[in-house]
């Protein structure tokens, strides 16, 4: 399959300005085009190398892996899934209670602190890792990497629509920067870039700044992007200039994607990334499976004994960023879930995801005790009332809560259809509350979650 990246890069080269700085990140990306083809079992080899690395690094200079992790078993190992097996699975609450013991007495050559990640703790558990400059290097490239897979033209403008710091980039003028990031990111000039909050940002201001902006491409969470196609839908209206959009942080669904085409007359690339792990997978070039960023880390997916998946199973995700020296998180258990996939027609030898599905506390949990991946037809609710936005929450064993924001008071007929549709796409019966109100509030990393589940789910990872 023909690999367009190749040809952007191509095109860039000229414009890469000739100081070492700028020719080092821009050849880091070159590497980076070429290593995607590796095939599996060499790309493999390669990853124990790094993880062996790693471990016995971990070992010397890492008081929480000094007691934990097996570096004899794991020099031994002459495949990966064998040095695998042989470490112990590292659990969110593990990185929230022994922070200090996980972070490296001193780091090894040529790598320099890099200041403090921490998640917003979606999960109900807020962590923080440290970071280093290879570690950041390694993220700039991958963020060049998501935008050139996506098929940007670096030339235009872009938008950024998400969560800023306290009182910055806020409507109704956001932030104007004349690049769309430092030279570390793109070593080449580029067109403008703008910048809008979430926080305190309404979907009418998101819409007006967009129009008055005009940008060739945005960059947001899946729900903004829902919310948009939503108000486009109902105005018969799209931003004229919007080519495409970059997701992250949430959830993308088949809906989505067609909505905002649909809609916005832009398709959807998306991004899956953490905080504590950095950039993860990206959405293929040539269709919408994910490939995994395994030059930088390894990621298993995990049935409940921790076996990995096979193709088509949906699993826990636990990864090993092969960078991340100052916090070494060896296989850490993100408290996502994701489904494995096969080889990619693409012909990348890069793992792939069919998809992510999102957090532990996102799954639905039955009454009998089995865990559900709902999806309770949010897209068929809005046939029946206009809904500016929607969240669904089990709060009880056999409650949900649709907490809904319309313009408009719910009439008892609507609260039926609404009822009726919910349990439709629901296993078993379940009490369905549906609750008008005024806004659903963003978590404090910015990020939004279509279901919520208010109780225990499982063990957490």
Known sequence: ???????????????????????????????????????????????????????????????????????????????????????????????????AALRAEKLPGGHLPGGERTSSGS??????????????????????????????????????????????????????????????????PTGPSMRLTTHRTSLDQ???????????????????????????????????ALKGILTLGEVVD???????????????????????????AIQCPSCRLYHVQAEAMILEILDEKDRPCRSGEMGRVVVTPLFSYATPLIRYDIGDFAESGAHCACGRGLPVLNRINGRRRNLLKLPDGRLYWPSTGGHRLHRIVPIRQHQFRQIAPNVIEALLVTNEPISPQQE???????????????????????????GAGGKYEEFLSMIETGPKG
Not at 128 to 143: G, R
Not at 209 to 231: D, E, F, K
């Open 206 to 240: 998101q819409w007006e700044w967009l129009g008055r902006n005009a940008p060739a491409y945005l960059v947001t969470y899946p729900s903004v992007v829902r919310g948009l196609a939503q108000h486009a839908a109902q105005t018969g209206t799209r931003p004229a």
């Open 123 to 188: 999960t109900g558990m807020a962590v923080t890792v440290m970071s280093t400059n290879v570690m950041l290097a390694w993220q700039d490239a991958l963020t060049f990497r998501a935008y050139l897979w996506a098929g940007f033209d670096f030339s235009r403008s872009i938008a950024i629509i998400r969560r800023q710091k306290e009182g910055a980039a806020e409507h109704p003028d956001g932030v104007q920067l004349p690049r769309w990031d430092t030279l570390s990111v793109f070593p080449f």
């Open 254 to 280: 088949s809906d989505l994607r067609e909505l905002a085409v649909k809609q916005l007359e832009a398709p959807i690339h998306d991004l899956y990334s953490s905080e504590e792990a950095g950039c993860m």
């Open 1 to 99: 399959m023909a690999d367009r990246t190749k040809a952007i890069l191509t095109k860039l080269r000229p414009s890469v300005p000739s100081d070492p700085g700028s020719q080092k990140v821009f050849e880091f990306q070159l590497r980076l085009s070429e290593s995607q083809w590796t095939p599996r079992q060499q790309l493999e080899q390669i990853q124990l190398g790094h993880l062996k690395r790693l471990v016995r690094f971990a070992q010397q200079e890492v008081p929480f892996w000094r007691a934990r992790a097996l570096a004899d078993q794991v020099e031994r190992a002459t495949d990966l899934g064998q040095a695998l097996s042989a470490l112990p699975i590292t659990s969110r609450s593990d990185l929230q209670d022994h922070s």
């Open 416 to 442: 039926t259809e609404l009822r009726h549709i919910i349990a439709s796409n629901i296993p078993v019966p379940f009490e369905i509350r549906i609750l008008r109100v005024p806004e659903i509030p963003r």
